[in-house]
């Protein structure tokens, strides 16, 4: 099963950036342990993070026919990207959202998310733990069509 981690702007400085809130775990560190569990449950991961809006749509273009799922921390565009939203449902992979903060229990404009409505779930507030749960669920989810196709 073939799984691409997408994360949108400012993921890049995790370890660094509002640590209180972020936790200290760069985003290398989360992607090396992600390919390891990833790897024990049959998943091979593959990662992309970007800045920009254009790129992170453009990855999930080329994501078609190439993964069968993808897991997706969108950072601010969560909130704000009707275009994320669009390439998600336009490739029509499953995908899972998630965050490491509880985006709920901070400001207004963080509890509205674009791409919530057509994913397969959302994991929001365990921090590091939140990449490691949202892809438990969505190997748990492909096994399961898979296994309902086959
Ligand atoms: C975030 C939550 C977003 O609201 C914020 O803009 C981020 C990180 C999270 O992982 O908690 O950049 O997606």
Redesign the pocket.
Known sequence: MRLLLIN????NLLGKREPDL?GSTTLTSIEEDLRESGRTKGAELQFFQSNFEGALVERIHKAFGQVDGILI????Y??TSIALRDALLGVDIPYVE????N?YS?EQF?HHSFLAEHAVGVV?GFGVM?YELAMEGLVNYLKKIDGSNG
Not at 73 to 76: E, Y
């Open positions: 949108g702007p400012n993921l972020y921390n969108a950072g601010a969560t909130h998630l965050h490491l903060s985006i901070r963080r929001s939140s």
